[in-house]
T-cell receptor, first 112, second 115 residues
Framework: KAGVTQTPRYLIKTRGQQVTLSCSPI?????VSWYQQTPGQGLQFLFEYFSETQRNKGNFPGRFSGRQFSNSRSEMNVSTLELGDSALYLC???????????FGPGTRLTVT | AQKITQTQPGMFVQEKEAVTLDCTYD???????LFWYKQPSSGEMIFLIYQGSYDEQNATEGRYSLNFQKARKSANLVISASQLGDSAMYFC????????????FGKGNQVVVIP
């Protein structure tokens, strides 16, 4: 079974631009969560989607948004990029039958 | 608020030896779950092991075992017979309660396995 995939793997954007990151969960997984990892703040939860509905949201500004499609694929969007948004963005999927979350390889975003 | 603490400095471990990574947590909930993940330099978070708060037995997965001491709020990871490929950052994480899948992570432990 294929793992979680994330595209693109690397991205360079300019301050003020917006960006969309994509995540395809493991087949059959309906829960997708997003995390931001920075050297200073570590790993922080962004949001979780299940069956196209946002179930949880972390403490991030409204510039960070996401959605999930009927095939469980998820996207997250960051508008008006700031230098501090430079980070590794990780997506994780979870099967309904267990609590284990499986992460993708991440998208490394650099904002200049 | 939940909190995960990993305070060990970077560790050097001899190949084939065992290593224990400390993790303490703070929660007032009765139902929770604890995870360990491995993050090599490539960045991907690799799931290692999971322990539910009501699980009576310590979790084991191959060379990984979780030493769960509920009263002490401790969930240490033991890696037996270290291999060079075990060199990575290791993160302890806790799941919120009652169906909430948000994970709160510790700051991580750096492990370097030397031949």
């Amino acid at each position: 079974k294929a793992g979680v995939t994330q595209t693109p793997r690397y991205l360079i954007k300019t301050r003020g631009q917006q960006v969309t990151l994509s995540c395809s969960p493991i087949s059959g997984h309906r829960s997708v969560s997003w995390y931001q990892q920075t050297p200073g703040q570590g790993l922080q939860f962004l949001f979780e989607y299940f069956s196209e509905t946002q179930r949880n949201k972390g403490n991030f500004p409204g510039r960070f948004s996401g959605r999930q499609f009927s095939n469980s694929r998820s996207e997250m969007n960051v508008s008006t990029l700031e230098l501090g948004d430079s980070a590794l963005y990780l997506c994780a999927s979870r099967p309904t039958s267990s609590y284990e979350q499986y992460f993708g390889p991440g998208t490394r975003l650099t904002v200049t | 608020a939940q909190k995960i603490t990993q305070t060990q400095p970077g560790m050097f471990v001899q190949e084939k030896e065992a290593v224990t990574l400390d993790c303490t947590y703070d929660t007032s909930d009765q139902s929770y779950g604890l995870f360990w993940y491995k993050q090599p330099s490539s960045g991907e978070m690799i799931f290692l092991i999971y322990q539910g708060s009501y699980d009576e037995q310590n979790a084991t997965e191959g060379r990984y075992s979780l030493n769960f001491q509920k009263a002490r709020k401790s969930a240490n990871l033991v890696i037996s017979a270290s291999q060079l490929g075990d060199s990575a950052m290791y993160f302890c994480a806790m799941r919120d309660t009652y169906g909430n899948n948000r994970l709160a992570f510790g700051k991580g432990n750096q492990v370097v396995v030397i031949p």
